[in-house]
């Protein structure tokens, strides 16, 4: 496992899901073990990408990244970041960088030239991280959602 900083970055696996949960639930997107460990799968089982894990010296995942293939007739295809989130213990540490360039590296080992993220418009001090990390931002938009059932 390559290591980066402080941490090292690994696929995750099955065993991740209670650690993946709680870091969601950090950024505001509550989950259990059992529902991420059945995304986890999803993800795995239908090849959306790849989820990988920040692992501190202590053995603890700090921090994921779930990066897919965007595939879109308008444009070029593009590797987007589905997700980022760190530890609140752990930010500013070199983890989210360390994350990131695994999903850069990622996304050009499966041949596309760019990488997107979108960030909520409330999140500031993580869109002053993208940009030290030498990101533009390209637009803002609204976000439509209707539930289905």
């Known amino acids: 496992m390559p290591r980066d ?5 690994r696929s ?3 065993t991740d899901a209670a650690a993946l949960a709680s870091l969601s639930t950090q950024l505001g997107y509550p989950a259990d073990a059992d529902t991420m460990q059945r995304r986890l799968h999803h993800v795995r089982a239908n090849r959306i990408g790849e989820v990988f ?3 501190n010296n202590a053995t603890r995942v700090v921090g994921w990244t779930h990066v897919v293939e965007r595939f879109h007739l308008e444009d070029e295809s ?3 970041l589905a997700g980022l989130v760190v530890d609140a213990s752990a930010r500013s540490a070199g983890v989210g960088a360390a994350l990131l360039r695994k999903a850069e590296t990622w996304a050009h080992e499966h041949g ?3 990488l997107r993220v979108r960030s909520n418009v409330i999140r500031e001090r993580t869109h002053g991280f993208y940009r030290r990390e030498g990101y533009i ?3 803002r938009q609204v976000v439509f959602e209707k539930p289905l059932s």
């Open 53 to 55: 894990v920040a692992v």
């Open 5 to 9: 900083g402080n941490v090292t970055i």
């Open 12 to 14: 995750a696996e099955q």
């Open 112 to 114: 596309h030239a760019k």
């Open 137 to 139: 931002e390209k637009k």
């Open 78 to 80: 593009f590797v987007e």
